[in-house]
């Protein structure tokens, strides 16, 4: 199993910025993987953010965060991080970890099978 922590959610004004980080854990079945974040808010779909391929380094943005947003990921601490800066009342949601070993499309929630409690960003107008 694999189990992963998020944390660094916060209120915050239009402009401002927040550092999410996720801690991971367990047993690894492969050494290939993918670590990324989703997001989602009342009432809508979950949307891709953002997600990075582990051994190459490969990033993958949503358009509405390409330029405002970076994923990052640090082998020493076994965790992803994502910065989030000039943030707009539109990223306000719940914000999720996720991983996983299969090969697929970054972007699709389908392609993960862990996923993290989450944790709430707020961005007030």
């Known amino acids: 199993q694999v189990q992963l922590v998020e944390s660094g959610g916060g209120l915050v004004q239009a402009g401002g910025s927040l550092r999410l980080s996720c801690a991971a854990s367990?047993?690894?079945?492969?050494?290939?993987?993918?670590m990324g974040w989703f997001r989602q808010a009342p009432g809508k779909e979950r949307e891709f953010v953002a997600a990075?391929?582990?051994?190459?380094?490969?990033?993958f943005y949503a358009d509405s965060v390409k330029g405002r947003f970076t994923i990052s990921r640090d082998n020493t601490k076994n965790t992803v991080s994502l910065q989030m800066n000039n943030l707009k009342p539109e990223d306000t949601a719940s914000y999720y970890c996720t991983a996983t070993f299969r090969v697929g499309t970054r972007t699709s929630s389908n392609t993960y099978d862990y996923w993290g409690q989450g944790t709430q960003v707020t961005v007030s107008s």
């Open positions: 367990g047993r690894r079945t492969s050494s290939s993987y993918a």
């Open positions: 990075i391929n582990w051994s190459s380094g490969s990033t």
